[in-house]
């Protein structure tokens, strides 16, 4: 049973761009819900992360959007650039249980 | 900079040999992970840990066993290699606490494969 469904597996914008990429989960109990950067040949790693009593939160050009009722979250990348082509990896937890992923989006920014 | 350790980086062996994977981590984590993914696609859990001697399965079945004697090291071993276990294997440790308190830091990997 996937409990964290990722969109699109995908996505190629322009430099400048804002990419979005979208995450919804089943499990309401869920409290944390992390994103992480994966670049080729490196392990994951934790971008920006945020929880269920917020809706937004920002750190520098990355900006997750948090909608409880519609159980769905979502990674905008604000000026996009070349360096930012990765996978991206949204997560979720609930308390001290482990993560559980969802499939990744490969995104590409073209000069 | 989170310093977690993964030996060897890659790895081709023949089939029907032995392999461990070696993953250390510096941090003091009590908490231990490793991950199967096929390059840039899902992780799937395969085993984890929360402390010395304390080793559980995770979601995805794995041929391969895990051991945690010492906090820092958490390695996995394959007794008979076969070409199905091709793939590239993650470790990643946290601090105790909440998951939310305490993310989970990766290392980079060892791409294995199997001839």
């Known amino acids: 049973q996937q409990q964290v469904k990722q969109s699109p597996q995908s996505l190629i914008v322009q430099k400048g761009g804002i990419p979005i990429i979208n995450c919804a989960y089943e499990?309401?109990?869920?409290?944390?819900f992390p994103w992480y950067q994966q670049f080729p040949g490196k392990g994951p790693a934790l971008l920006i992360a945020?929880?269920?009593?917020?809706s937004e939160k920002k750190e520098g050009r990355f900006t997750i959007s948090f909608n409880k009722s519609a159980k769905q979250f979502s990674l905008h990348i604000m000026d996009s650039q070349p360096g930012d082509s990765a996978t991206y990896f949204c997560a979720a937890s609930k308390g001290a249980q482990k993560l559980v992923f969802g499939q990744g989006t490969r995104l590409t920014i073209n000069p | 900079e989170a310093d977690i350790y993964q030996t060897p980086r890659y790895l081709v062996i023949g089939t029907g040999k032995k392999i461990t994977l070696e993953c250390s981590q510096t941090m003091g984590h009590d908490k231990m992970y490793w991950y199967q993914q096929d390059p840039g696609m899902e992780l799937h859990l395969i085993h984890y840990?929360?402390?010395?001697?304390?080793?559980e399965k995770g979601d995805l079945s794995s041929e391969s066993t895990v051991s945690r004697i010492r906090t820092e090291h958490f390695p996995l071993t394959l007794e008979s290699a076969r070409p199905s276990h091709t793939s590239q294997y993650l470790c990643?440790?946290?601090?105790?606490?909440?998951?939310?308190?305490?993310?989970?830091?990766f290392g980079d990997g060892t791409r294995l494969s199997i001839l």
């Open positions: 945020i929880r269920p009593d917020v």
């Open positions: 990643a440790s946290s601090g105790s606490g909440t998951v939310s308190n305490q993310p989970q830091h």
């Open positions: 499990n309401t109990a869920f409290d944390y």
């Open positions: 840990s929360y402390g010395v001697n304390s080793t």
